[in-house]
């Protein structure tokens, strides 16, 4: 009997053993580099474009593609998750705003472009759905960027000087280009572009690295302002700071509004947007 195989030839799993439970949604993803990628993908959407409901969000399903009888879904193979899915139904043109829509378009290249989104597809949007590609060198080489495993054994340099200025990232044992950029709440491709390297460039520990575009801003003019998921009132609301926390910036609006992180964020990967009206640029 030979293996039934997705469209995009992904083995079908008909039972869970190549699976594994993910925390992002109600039910199972193939374990591994999949994972992985899906994984790092989850935790940006879930900062960056809106949190995402576990009960909303689903993943491995042994069925056909939706409206077929006899072709697999991606979902069959575990490759492919539906996000927050009432809010962004199949079939409905447009249910991420622009910015959100870019937001996904910068995650999905920051990822190497080994994920597929729904949103792309122009006959029958499905905005809730990604899918991974089957390009095992990409998958390969992108979740071990995420893991910040490296292909080759670091020099050992000059150590740089200790104390990390403004504006300066110091590399830590086990850091990669994605989980700095992470931190940091910049995007992977801006943070290597302020290096002038590549994502293959290798990193050693002690490293002084450019931060790009990050500037400090201090809550000044409210007692606590909230920090939403995009640049306006109508996005919704991740959390809120107190006056005097400071927000290390990644980007602006022309009307405004600030894109950062206080450093508690950054140590948890989540970035938002700030009215920057209540705030104060700190030199
Ligand atoms: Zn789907």
């Known amino acids: 009997m030979t293996t039934a195989t997705t469209r995009r030839g992904w083995p079908v799993q008909s039972t869970t053993a190549n699976l594994t439970p993910f925390k992002w949604i109600t039910g199972q993803v193939l374990a591994g580099d999949v994972a992985t990628i899906l994984d790092a993908l989850c935790q940006r959407f879930h900062a960056e474009v809106e949190p995402i ?37 199949m079939g409905k043109f447009n249910t991420f705003t622009s910015a959100q829509q870019a937001t996904i378009r910068r995650i999905l290249t920051d990822l190497g472009g080994v994920v597929a989104w729904g949103g792309e597809w122009t006959k029958r949007p499905d905005d809730m759905h990604f899918e991974v590609r089957r390009d095992p060198a990409g998958i390969a080489r992108v979740a071990k960027l995420i893991r910040g495993e490296q292909s080759t054994p670091a020099p050992k340099p000059t150590p740089a000087p200790s104390t990390g200025g403004a504006g300066t990232y110091t590399v830590k044992d086990g850091d990669s280009w994605w989980s700095i ?102 030199k």
Do not use: C, F
């Open 53 to 89: 409901r576990k009960d909303w969000s689903w993943g491995w399903s042994y069925r056909p593609v939706r409206g077929y009888t006899d072709v697999w879904s991606e979902h069959a193979a575990g490759v492919a998750i539906d996000l927050n899915a009432p809010n962004h139904p």
């Open 181 to 282: 950029s992470r931190k940091l709440g910049v995007s992977m491709e801006a943070l290597i572009a302020a290096n002038g390297a590549t994502p293959e460039t290798t990193l050693y520990t002690g490293q002084r690295l450019h931060t790009g575009r990050a500037r400090r801003y201090k809550i000044t003019r409210a007692n606590v302002l909230n920090v939403r998921t995009g640049p306006g009132l109508r996005y919704p609301v991740l959390g809120s700071a107190p006056k005097g926390t400071i927000i290390t910036a990644t980007g602006r609006t022309s009307d405004g509004w600030i894109e950062g992180s206080t450093p508690y964020m950054a140590s948890h990967g989540q970035a938002g947007w700030w009215s920057g009206h209540e705030l104060t640029e700190v």
